[in-house]
């Protein structure tokens, strides 16, 4: 990436190998390294070193405080700031930052959700330096603080985060890659896994935003509706960027560069107001940190141009809704494995870590569309442009061939010799990525030489979901590395493609290259016995199941009790913002909207009184019949706001939801009846055309 701009110092912002080399002894920096790329323990004699090094770094960057930066279950990201001075004396201060307090932090963390792991006695959770994602400092507009990326456990060691599994499963990823390269005779190395993640996002004027409740206080619009010039035209998507936006993004860049966070390509989406940021891909663990950033970045820029940033997964009924692509793959030694490759041994790997993938998504559809699941992203799945609940993957025509013909090698009666590919032997026809992308309906779409997970929301954290791909990636790993190491030596190529074979025969019904919004699909794979799990908790129940709390604890990624205690979290998460949505429309509902209809009947019905006083006899009739619409609009808000109130009483999710649907419709129904100067929230025509 040309970032070469003069005034633009990429990385600066980042305690990296460059700023290591100038404060560090070069066995501290080698030692340092070893850890970071390795994955080696950190040597606990440098830390101090180390802390002091990026003390003096910081401070003469202008940072005054310092932070263990972590990801809890929420979803966001959590600090505690704490200042480098100490008191020593009256008026007198140094400053102080030891490597305990760079190893280790203690923050008061009986306010983030465990799921019941933390009992009140011993309420305290402990954050802890996860070295192989370098510090950072994080600038504000009146000072600037040292971020030290870190993970956040239970005294009893249970993970509290997001972050503690990732790197679990990044290491189960390891094991089974190195078990699998092995069969290769690549005995040597170990496997980084890869992650670049396109984020998808709304701007919208802050103006507007004030004047909705819903947005401030649920990120989307509750009510509003759709504009007669809406998606239709279609010439937003990759449409020249306006002014205002592209300064927007600019500064995101600028200020995205500085933190050493390639973000590379930015364009217009498909809905007007819509936009998507894609930085070039990373190591895994890096590039969460850096996704979680971005997002920061964004929300924080837009201010700074008086918008606002929505990361919302459907801020607009009937308008595109957000996701984020998760592009993934897996590299050993620094080859792509997922990349066809140049020759016969190549291809095979290829082959091989392919039908891992295909069988892992196959058995654990279920546990990944799990893993996307919430609240905001229920409103997106299975609507508009989107991808639907169904998890399937897509191969493109070429390499469905390719794959056909390995499949059929294994069954005897196809007759077609001829046309078997021979691992081992062949070179595969060239895969052409342009081709393998045209189809946007998949949700797990193989794009060249990486699969790109378009089910995950926009406002989700990426680590969720890649802990799960990891884990069933390496599962299938490891099942597919035990069979091939009974190979004898002379029959290994034979071998491999009877396994490969009968991986591809097993799994295929999770591949399909139609049209994957299409209610034909629906049927298609419901007849292939896939599933459909189209709402939260739906999808979240999966994780309880037996094979799926084996799954995880054999793979060494949680314990039973950890899946249990986030599956716990993920459901009170879902059931609060449902009730909170649910208490805003209401509230919008009573105080904003019922009040501006009365308003409204009462100036039809004092029109009519005095027209009809002086004698007027024209367009009575009609002024009657729009206050009879509206007066019946009324009343179904009212009912509507009645069954939602009583649902929110009950707590009962289904109820709130399905008396939110009912209470839209009515609202939406008067908004295009109702005089425009008297509606009290700015229209969805207002807000999704910025200027
Ligand atoms: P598109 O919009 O067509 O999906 P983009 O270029 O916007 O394509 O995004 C593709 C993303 O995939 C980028 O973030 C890119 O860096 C990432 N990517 C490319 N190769 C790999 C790989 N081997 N592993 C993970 N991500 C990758
Ligand atoms: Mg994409």
């Given at each position: 990436?040309?970032?070469?701009?003069?005034?633009i110092?990429?990385?600066?912002d980042?305690?990296n190998?460059?700023?290591?080399?100038?404060?560090?002894?070069?066995?501290?920096?080698?030692a340092?390294?070893?850890?970071?790329?390795?994955?080696?323990?950190?040597?606990p004699?440098v830390?101090?070193?180390?802390?002091?090094?990026?003390?003096?770094?910081?401070m003469?960057?202008?940072?005054?405080?310092?932070?263990?930066?972590f990801?809890p279950?929420?979803?966001?990201?959590?600090?505690?700031?704490?200042?480098?001075?100490?008191?020593t004396?009256?008026?007198?201060?140094?400053?102080?930052?030891?490597?305990?307090?760079?190893i280790?932090?203690?923050?008061?963390?009986?306010?983030f959700?465990?799921?019941?792991?933390?009992?009140?006695?011993e309420?305290?959770g402990?954050?802890?330096?996860?070295?192989?994602?370098?510090?950072?400092?994080k600038?504000h507009?009146?000072?600037?603080?040292?971020?030290?990326p870190?993970?956040?456990c239970?005294?009893?060691?249970?993970?509290?985060?997001?972050?503690?599994?990732?790197?679990?499963?990044?290491?189960?990823m390891?094991?089974?890659?190195?078990?699998?390269?092995?069969?290769?005779?690549e005995?040597?190395?170990?496997?980084?896994i890869t992650?670049?993640?396109?984020?998808?996002y709304f701007?919208?004027?802050?103006?507007?935003w004030?004047?909705?409740?819903?947005l401030?206080?649920?990120?989307?619009?509750?009510?509003?509706a759709?504009?007669a010039?809406?998606?239709?035209?279609?010439?937003?998507?990759?449409?020249?960027?306006k002014?205002?936006?592209l300064?927007f993004?600019e500064d995101v860049?600028r200020?995205?560069?500085?933190?050493?966070?390639?973000?590379?390509?930015?364009?217009?989406?498909?809905?007007?107001a819509?936009f998507?940021?894609?930085p070039?891909?990373?190591?895994l663990?890096?590039?969460?940190?850096?996704?979680?950033?971005?997002?920061?970045?964004?929300?924080?820029i837009?201010?700074?141009?008086?918008?606002?940033?929505l990361?919302?997964?459907?801020?607009?009924?009937?308008?595109?809704?957000?996701?984020?692509?998760?592009?993934?793959?897996?590299?050993?030694n620094?080859?792509?494995?997922?990349?066809p490759?140049k020759?016969?041994?190549?291809?095979a790997?290829?082959?091989?870590?392919?039908?891992?993938?295909i069988?892992?998504?196959?058995?654990?559809?279920?546990?990944?569309?799990?893993?996307?699941?919430?609240?905001g992203?229920?409103?997106?799945?299975?609507?508009?442009?989107?991808?639907?609940?169904?998890?399937?993957?897509f191969?493109?025509?070429?390499?469905?061939e390719v794959i056909?013909?390995?499949?059929?090698?294994?069954?005897a009666?196809?007759?077609?010799?001829?046309a078997?590919?021979?691992?081992?032997?062949?070179t595969?026809?060239?895969?052409?990525?342009?081709?393998t992308?045209?189809?946007?309906?998949?949700?797990?779409?193989?794009?060249?030489?990486?699969?790109?997970?378009?089910?995950?929301?926009a406002?989700?954290?990426?680590s969720?979901?890649?802990?799960?791909?990891?884990t069933?990636?390496?599962?299938?790993?490891?099942?597919?590395?035990?069979a091939?190491?009974k190979?004898?030596?002379d029959?290994f190529?034979?071998?491999?493609?009877k396994?490969?074979g009968?991986?591809?025969h097993?799994?295929?019904?999770?591949?399909?290259?139609?049209?994957?919004?299409?209610?034909?699909?629906?049927?298609e794979?419901a007849?292939?016995?896939?599933?459909?799990l189209?709402?939260?908790?739906?999808?979240l129940?999966?994780?309880?199941?037996?094979?799926?709390?084996?799954?995880?604890?054999?793979?060494?990624?949680?314990?039973?009790t950890?899946?249990?205690?986030?599956?716990?979290v993920?459901?009170?998460e879902?059931?609060?913002?449902?009730?909170?949505?649910g208490?805003?429309?209401?509230?919008?509902?009573?105080?904003?909207?019922?009040?501006?209809?009365?308003?409204?009947?009462?100036?039809?019905?004092?029109?009519?009184?005095?027209s009809?006083a002086i004698?007027l006899?024209?367009?009575?009739?009609?002024?009657?019949?729009?206050?009879?619409?509206?007066?019946?609009?009324?009343?179904?808000?009212?009912?509507?706001?009645?069954?939602?109130?009583?649902?929110?009483?009950e707590?009962?999710?289904?109820?709130?939801?399905?008396?939110?649907?009912?209470?839209?419709?009515?609202?939406?129904?008067?908004?295009?009846?109702?005089?425009?100067?008297?509606?009290?929230?700015?229209?969805?025509?207002?807000?999704?055309?910025?200027?």
């Open positions: 990436m040309d970032v070469s701009a003069p005034e110092a990429y990385g600066s980042v305690f190998e460059k700023a290591m080399r100038e404060h560090l002894a070069k066995d501290t920096v080698e340092l390294l070893h850890t970071m790329n390795d994955r080696a323990p950190l040597d004699s830390a101090n070193e180390v802390a002091h090094a990026m003390k003096q770094w910081a003469a960057r202008g940072a005054t405080h310092f932070t263990h930066w990801q279950l929420t979803g966001s990201t959590a600090e505690k700031h704490d200042a480098f001075f100490e008191p004396g009256v008026a007198e201060t140094i400053a102080r930052f030891s490597g305990k307090n760079l280790m932090g203690e923050p008061d963390a009986s306010s959700p465990s799921g019941g792991l933390r009992c009140t006695f309420a305290r402990y954050t802890a330096w996860d070295v192989t994602s370098p510090a950072f400092i600038r507009s009146n000072g600037a603080t040292l971020c030290i870190t993970v956040f239970s005294y009893t060691g249970e993970v509290l985060d997001k972050k503690t599994p990732l790197l679990r499963s990044m290491q189960a390891d094991r089974a890659t190195r078990r699998l390269m092995a069969c290769f005779g005995t040597e190395g170990h496997a980084v992650l670049g993640a396109e984020q998808e701007l919208v004027d802050k103006q507007h004030l004047k909705r409740p819903d401030m206080q649920c990120g989307r619009t509750l009510f509003g759709p504009p010039r809406n998606q239709q035209l279609e010439d937003h998507y990759f449409g020249s960027i002014p205002r936006v300064a993004m860049e200020e995205l560069w500085i933190l050493g966070i390639p973000a590379k390509t930015r364009h217009n989406e498909t809905a007007p819509q998507e940021l894609a070039m891909f990373e190591e663990n890096l590039a969460v940190d850096h996704n979680m950033l971005i997002m920061e970045t964004m929300r924080n837009a201010d700074r141009h008086g918008l606002v940033c990361l919302h997964e459907k801020p607009f009924a009937g308008v595109n809704g957000s996701g984020k692509h998760n592009n993934w793959s897996v590299a050993f620094g080859r792509n494995l997922l990349d490759g020759n016969p041994q190549q291809n790997i290829f082959l091989a870590t392919l039908a891992s993938v069988r892992a998504v196959d058995l654990h559809a279920d546990i990944l569309r799990a893993a996307t699941a919430s609240l992203n229920d409103c997106r799945l299975g609507a508009l442009e989107a991808p639907p609940s169904i998890i399937s993957i191969l493109g025509d070429d390499l469905s056909a013909r390995i499949e059929k090698g294994k069954s009666d196809e007759g077609k010799k001829s078997k590919l021979r691992i081992g032997v062949d595969l026809p060239p895969i052409p990525r342009d081709t992308d045209r189809n946007r309906t998949s949700p797990f779409a193989f794009t060249g030489n990486k699969f790109e997970f378009r089910a995950p929301g406002s989700q954290n990426c969720t979901v890649c802990m799960v791909l990891n069933i990636v390496a599962e299938s790993m490891e099942v597919l590395a035990e091939i190491e190979l004898p030596a029959r190529h034979e071998g491999l493609e396994i490969i009968a991986v591809i097993d799994h295929k019904r999770v591949i399909f290259n139609g049209d994957g919004y299409s209610t034909a699909w629906v049927e794979a007849k292939r016995g896939l599933p459909n189209r709402t939260t908790p739906e999808a129940a999966v994780q309880l199941e037996p094979q799926n709390l084996a799954l995880f604890e054999k793979m060494g990624v949680l314990m039973p950890e899946v249990q205690s986030r599956h716990d993920f459901v009170d879902y059931h609060r913002r449902l009730c909170l949505e208490k805003v429309a209401l509230e919008m509902a009573r105080t904003l909207i019922e009040p501006c209809v009365i308003t409204e009947l009462k100036t039809l019905a004092t029109t009519l009184q005095k009809a004698g006899t024209a367009g009575l009739s009609s002024i009657r019949d729009t206050a009879e619409q509206l007066g019946q609009g009324l009343d179904t808000i009212h009912v509507g706001c009645e069954t939602l109130a009583k649902a929110l009483a707590e009962n999710d289904k109820d709130v939801l399905a008396a939110m649907v009912e209470l839209r419709k009515a609202v939406d129904a008067v908004e295009v009846l109702a005089d425009e100067a008297r509606w009290p929230l700015p229209k969805y025509r207002d807000i999704l055309f910025v200027h």
